[in-house]
């Protein structure tokens, strides 16, 4: 089954020498696939470090797309997908950032609640 992959920073990373800190909007996708459990079919997780450059990103979706979270689709997007929802292209891959993105996307995909 191809699975969507969606990349969260680490927590408890240090920044200019102080932390430890978390990202926000990563913690809160953490949330919403504790939330749902049955996204776990539909979406990988994998983990980069706060310092940049984001190898697995820049890999997939290039450097000028590092910001976390986000979402990189395994399957082109559907065409039924709401107007506004902002689905990328770069490299080759779609993907959708930041949390409400997502977590609009994961409802339309996956008939989970939607952001409200």
């Given at each position: ?14 920044h200019?020498?102080k932390?430890?800190?978390y ?6 996708m953490l ?9 776990e ?20 979706i ?16 559907s065409a039924d ?18 949390t409400?993105?997502?977590?609009l996307?994961?409802a ?9």
């Amino acid at each position: 089954m191809n699975t969507d992959t969606l990349y969260l920073i680490r927590s408890d990373f240090h920044h200019d020498a102080k932390g430890p800190y978390y990202c926000p909007g990563c913690v809160e996708m953490l949330g919403l696939l504790t939330a749902y459990p049955s996204l776990e079919k539909h979406v990988q997780v994998q983990y980069v470090d706060f310092q940049r450059p984001r190898p697995a990103l820049v890999d997939s979706i290039g450097d000028e797309n590092q910001g976390c979270p986000v979402l990189i689709l395994a399957t082109p997007p559907s065409a039924d997908l709401p107007p506004h929802l902002n689905v990328q292209h770069a490299q080759g891959h779609a993907f959708v950032e930041g949390t409400r993105d997502i977590g609009l996307y994961l409802a339309h995909t996956h008939g989970i609640g939607m952001p409200f």
